[in-house]
């Protein structure tokens, strides 16, 4: 069982639509991350969020950290096809421990 | 700048044989991470290190062991490979803990037969 649990798995979708990311977890992080893979590739960066309730946008992009610290949300809006790829939500642990851990991820397909 | 870099990019093992994965990285991070990534389970902690000099375990650890041998380089051992090892594996750095970006190498394809 992963501390992190990504909902869905797989997301397939026409473009121009909207769609959410969740990311849920019994324990409070001290910061979450969202993360882009394109295959062959390692992940990079999209956002980091903090604060619990934060919201951070990313153009059509926006991230929530739940007010307790125990899960996020990805929305895309207008998804478009370059839009497409692995979605992963990571986490980081109080007490600066450097432990960080990854969900399953989110695969999505945005069709033309 | 080099970043992340991890050899080999693809390897073929037979059961029980040993290897050792390579990292290194240029950006003077503190913290290094091995990670495999499998269909539908996304990334899952094998071993980390937070500082040069210390290691821990992570969430997948049995059939591996680590070596944080400089703040450079950090390498994943394999003893006696397992068809269940069958994997990629990616290798990050970042340079503090919690709220800074993990940068990642470009992964080893490894396949245990």
């Known amino acids: 069982t992963q501390l992190l649990e990504q909902s869905p798995q797989f997301l397939s979708i026409q473009e121009g639509e909207n769609l959410t990311v969740y990311c849920n977890s019994s324990?409070?992080?001290?910061?979450l991350q969202w993360y882009r893979q394109e295959p062959g590739e390692g992940p990079v960066l999209l956002v980091t969020v903090v604060t619990g309730g934060e919201v951070k946008k990313l153009k059509r992009l926006t991230f929530q950290f739940g007010d307790a610290r125990k899960d996020s949300s990805l929305h895309i809006t207008a998804a478009q096809p370059g839009d497409t790829g692995l979605y992963l939500c990571?986490?980081?642990?109080?007490?600066?421990?450097?432990?960080?851990?990854f969900g399953q991820g989110t695969t999505l397909q945005v069709k033309p | 700048n080099a970043g992340v870099t991890q050899t080999p990019k693809f390897q073929v093992l037979k059961t029980g044989q040993s290897m050792t994965l390579q990292c290194a990285q240029d950006?003077?991070?503190?913290?290094m991470y091995w990670y495999r990534q499998d269909p539908g389970m996304g990334l899952r902690l094998i071993y980390y290190?937070?500082?040069?000099?210390?290691?821990d375990k992570g969430e997948v650890p049995n059939g591996y062991n680590v070596s944080r041998l400089n703040k450079r380089e950090f390498s994943l051992r394999l003893e006696s490979a397992a068809p269940s090892q069958t994997s990629v594996y990616f290798c990050a750095s970042r340079s503090g803990y919690n709220l800074v970006e993990a940068f990642f190498g470009q992964g080893t394809r490894l396949t245990v037969v």
């Open positions: 950006m003077n991070h503190n913290s």
């Open positions: 324990s409070v992080f001290s910061s």
């Open positions: 290190s937070a500082s040069e000099g210390t290691t």
């Open positions: 990571a986490g980081s642990f109080s007490g600066n421990t450097g432990k960080l851990i």
